[in-house]
T-cell receptor
Framework: GDSVTQMEGPVTLSEEAFLTINCTYTATGYPSLFWYVQYPGEGLQLLLKATKADDKGSNKGFEATYRKETTSFHLEKGSVQVSDSAVYFCALSDRRDSSYKLIFGSGTRLLVRP | GAVVSQHPSRVICKSGTSVKIECRSLDFQATTMFWYRQFPKQSLMLMATSNEGSKATYEQGVEKDKFLINHASLTLSTLTVTSAHPEDSSFYIC???????????FGNGTRLTVT
């Protein structure tokens, strides 16, 4: 079945450092890809998404490009802030599934130090 | 923006008892709700998909008689963990959307501890 693999955390960075969180997927169809963020004590929030190959999702300085050839959707940010500390989840949704349910990766905890 | 309210946020119960978790969409009608379970340092595992007025669709390996899901209205879905055991201790998260392609909104989760 469909699955998502993302790098294990925690990832610890200093403020203003460059961030990359790797995400690869396995899908039989043509999925939509998502990054969700979970801040401490809160629910998951959609960070960005891409629905087809070569699309780039972006939000709040974060970017991810849908790479069909490498089945990847890596999350990047040029300069992280302390407020970016959270758990980040990569996810996919198979558009052939009428429920559009999300399949999540294991999550990567990011800790940004001042 | 759309809000999904999940209650309670934390519950402790004794082994053998049942626990009900509520998930409400506060400002939209949720035609579809999803229930996830999250183990420590692990991914969110989809347990079931529920559509208003119909039976829930459970994922493989999820006991439907143990995890009862009711989606009786367009704003409320409940998950009841029946005859809970310590291995049911986990973080349960609901999510909801108002139509097939709409964004998915998540509740803040319920931490269940079974003693």
């Amino acid at each position: 079945g469909d699955s998502v693999t993302q790098m294990e955390g925690p990832v610890t960075l200093s403020e203003e450092a460059f961030l990359t969180i790797n995400c690869t997927y396995t899908a039989t169809g043509y999925p939509s890809l998502f990054w969700y963020v979970q801040y401490p004590g809160e629910g998951l929030q959609l960070l960005l998404k891409a629905t087809k190959a070569d699309d780039k999702g972006s939000n709040k300085g974060f970017e991810a490009t849908y790479r069909k050839e490498t089945t990847s959707f890596h999350l990047e940010k040029g300069s992280v802030q302390v407020s970016d500390s959270a758990v980040y989840f990569c996810a996919l949704s198979d558009r052939r599934d009428s429920s559009y349910k999300l399949i999540f990766g294991s999550g990567t905890r990011l800790l940004v130090r001042p | 923006g759309a809000v999904v309210s999940q209650h309670p946020s934390r519950v402790i119960c004794k082994s053998g008892t049942s626990v009900k978790i509520e998930c409400r969409s506060l400002d939209f009608q949720a035609t579809t709700m999803f229930w996830y379970r999250q183990f420590p340092k692990q991914s969110l595992m989809l347990m079931a998909t529920s559509n208003e007025g119909s039976k829930a669709t459970y994922e493989q390996g999820v006991e439907k008689d143990k995890f009862l899901i009711n989606h009786a209205s367009l704003t409320l879905s409940t998950l009841t963990v029946t005859s809970a055991h310590p291995e049911d201790s986990s973080f349960y998260i609901c999510s909801a959307r108002d139509s097939g392609l709409a964004p998915l909104h998540f509740g803040n989760g319920t931490r269940l501890t079974v003693t």
